[in-house]
């Protein structure tokens, strides 16, 4: 049974979209699909709706419309009113949930062994399918090795570390299937001088993809946990690698959760890229790169201080053999949305694809954990996708 929306829910749409379609011109849904009913636009008239006669839609068909937003964020930007679609759609789906949250949810929050077997599983079927799974295309890329031959190195550390406590947050993905990319930020981190403990604190989802679901209480547990956590290690740097964990994490201080005074703001100053404390480095080559290394711009985080400080060090490691970024381009991971839609989501990757067309050889590096899974499902033949922590070959090795 549907319930009425609370007034904390739609404390952000109390500005009602004008229909200025401003919103069109940046949706990667409706560039890829030209189906303006699946723009922001539309999914604010559908919220207000809700509000003004909530009776006249029903859940199931309300539930399916929520589910059709890749929660980029991009629209939020380009709004002339500043109206946010992922938080409205999050409330949608928060008000009429289904079966693909409570998946997405397990998916998250228990998927330790969940993930590498549907990796393992699906990486065995026989191929010659009748049609194409972009669902089953995102599984057997899971797990499946870094894929990136290590050309970089660091040769010479700033001692940006030295004398300062840190600890990883690595997010979801690198912890369950890639864990060289953890090991490796942790060399780096350690080569920079910073002290690391032993043992990491025992980080929960970032709460960024639950909260998109419209999983708010688990969002909500998750953000309490990693806070709590965070309280124990006795508040140090938190590092992270990944653009929607840093975007996640620095969105805690808009959350209830009991913070002591002065503490959101310490939280907030702690969160910070690894890129970040790496832009006096030296680095080396320590074999031959491809002929061409693009750069994946994540969406989430693109507007926070900072945000280009993955770009700006392969840029400089690179050289002339960096040959740019994917453009302006979301590549459709979609979080949810590719339990509901997953032919949608590729639609959006294939438009990137399009747009890039990379020669065969070429590497496509990004510095978030789901445009890496997204990417590698959807990469047309011979062309390399990872993490750039893949590029830098082990300190000691």
């Excluded at 509000?51 to 629209?75: D, I, M, N, S």
Aim: with cysteine; net charge neutral; hydrophobic share 40%.
């Amino acid at each position: 049974m549907m319930r009425p929306l609370h007034a904390k829910e739609i404390d952000h749409a109390v500005k009602e979209c004008i229909l200025c379609g401003r919103c069109l011109e940046v949706c990667p849904l409706v560039s890829a699909t030209g189906r303006e009913e699946l723009s922001p636009k539309a999914k604010h008239t559908l919220a207000r709706v809700l509000r003004q006669e909530p009776e006249r839609l029903e859940g199931k068909h309300v539930a399916e419309l929520a589910g059709l937003c890749l929660a980029c964020g991009r629209c939020e930007k380009a709004c002339p009113q500043g109206l946010c679609t992922p938080e409205a759609v999050a409330d949608l789906r928060h008000a009429h949930p289904d079966l693909k949250q409570w998946l997405w949810k397990q998916w998250i929050e228990k998927g330790g062994a969940l993930w590498p077997a549907l990796a393992w599983l699906s990486r065995r079927l026989p191929e010659g399918r009748a049609e194409p799974s972009p669902r089953y295309d995102a599984f057997k890329t899971m797990g499946s090795g870094p894929g990136v031959t290590p050309f970089l190195r660091v040769s010479n550390f700033s001692d940006a570390g030295l004398g300062r406590e840190a600890v990883l947050f690595p997010g979801c993905t690198a912890r369950r299937l890639f864990p060289a990319w953890t090991d490796r930020a942790a060399e780096l981190l350690a080569g920079l001088g910073f002290s690391l403990p032993k043992k990491q604190p025992d980080w929960a989802c970032c709460g960024s993809t639950l909260g998109h679901a419209g999983c708010t209480e688990a969002q909500h547990e998750a953000r309490q946990a990693n806070l709590d956590a965070w309280r124990k290690a006795g508040r140090p740097l938190i590092v992270t690698f990944c653009a929607t964990c840093r975007c996640g994490l620095r969105g805690y201080p808009d959350a209830d959760l009991g913070w002591e005074p002065g503490e959101a703001l310490r939280w907030n100053q702690s969160v910070t890229s690894l890129a970040h404390f790496m832009a006096d480095v030296t680095i080396e080559s320590t074999g031959e790169p491809p002929a061409a290394v693009y750069y994946h711009k994540p969406c989430h985080g693109s507007g926070l201080a900072g945000a280009g400080a993955d770009e700006a060090l392969l840029a400089r490691a690179l050289g002339d053999r960096y040959a740019g970024t994917t453009g302006d381009v979301c590549c459709g991971m979609g979080g949810i949305m590719q339990l509901g839609a997953p032919q949608l989501s590729r639609q959006v990757a294939d438009t990137l694809w399009t747009r890039l067309n990379p020669s065969a050889g070429s590497l496509v590096l990004t510095g978030c954990s789901g445009c890496v899974l997204q990417l590698k499902a959807t990469a047309p033949e011979g062309v390399a996708v990872g993490h750039w922590l893949e590029a830098f070959s082990p300190q000691n090795g």
